[in-house]
């Protein structure tokens, strides 16, 4: 079925991060080891067709799911899907939607940004706490 994500697939992950330009698979390749290295029960959903990855504490996109990566052919966006909820001190997140906010990457040393480690930290308990009490 052509919408439905592929879930926690290493191989699916390989293939499709092999299929990216150079610098492009070295973002989400270093994305994906830093969500995991915060949060190592995270829930992967691969959408190839999208260029799309979703984490979450669960596999439900909408509700259990804290953060993306958008993939393009020389930067890949990490974004968040509840950002609004996030306090974002150090002012890294864009967008002004009603629930989804994000940044860009330009290369995989962006990762290293002090204030992004918190805010992934933070999303996954935004959604932890979220599911649990059932908001």
């Known amino acids: 079925m052509a919408g439905t994500g592929i879930k926690d697939d290493g191989s699916a992950f390989a293939a499709f991060c092999n299929s990216l330009s150079e610098n492009a698979r070295a973002i989400v390749v ?7 290295s915060l949060n190592p029960a995270v829930v992967q959903i691969l ?33 968040f899907n509840h950002g ?24 995989a040393a962006d990762l290293d940004h002090p204030g992004l480690r918190a805010l992934l930290l933070e999303a996954a308990e935004e959604r932890q706490r979220a599911v649990t009490s059932g908001s």
């Open 30 to 36: 270093e994305a994906d080891r830093l969500i995991r």
């Open 47 to 79: 959408w190839a067709h999208q260029r799309t990855i979703g984490y979450g504490i669960g596999p439900k996109k909408m509700t259990e799911h804290y953060c993306y990566l958008d993939v393009y052919d020389q930067h890949v966006n990490l974004g």
């Open 84 to 107: 609004v909820a996030l306090a974002d001190p150090k002012h890294l997140l864009k967008d002004s939607g009603a629930r989804f906010r994000s940044l860009r990457l330009n290369s």
